[in-house]
């Protein structure tokens, strides 16, 4: 049995060809239709914030966290979080959360928010948004929708609509928008 020699890290662009095909492993062409990546195209993701997890030197999972305004909430959507297949049932995916959740709380966040599967994620303190609390800028499953609330009041200021917010973070110079992109090759 192969020793794993893993590591935890704060994202870099030297990341992004890796993570990109994690994300192609995981989630397929289809994830650009899902309604989290449409508010993750509005704007870039929070290096800062955004994780990978190396095996002797190769990326084999990450987690990225986008600033959004959720309602009336300040705070973080989580996603997406992939590990590559030949890693996966190891809790490489829940440290990656942990990780990216207490990151999230130390920055002064009020919530951090994502659209997955609740048994996965409930026992790392997830919660269930009320149902049809939010409105996502595509179809979500409202019982998908969950949050780690880190502020007062949380759960009733989640009402409202759910968008990128500029934090003031470092912009990613490689980042632009599906409608920028789309405008430069016209």
Known sequence: MKKHDLVYLTEDASHDPAIEVINEEAFGPGRFARAAARIREQGPHDRSLSFICADDGETIASVRM??????????????????????????IGRELVRIAVDAARRRGSEAVIL?????????????????GALEFPGPVDPARVLVVPMAPDVHARLAGVIAW???GAAPDAGFATRSEAQGAAA
Do not use: I, M, W
């Open 165 to 167: 917010r500029d934090d």
């Open 66 to 91: 986008t600033a959004v305004t959720a309602g009336s909430v300040k705070g973080h959507l989580l996603g997406p979080l992939a590990v590559r297949p030949s890693h996966k049932n190891k809790g």
């Open 115 to 131: 659209v997955g599967d609740p048994p996965y994620y409930q026992p790392l303190g997830f919660e269930k948004v009320r149902h």
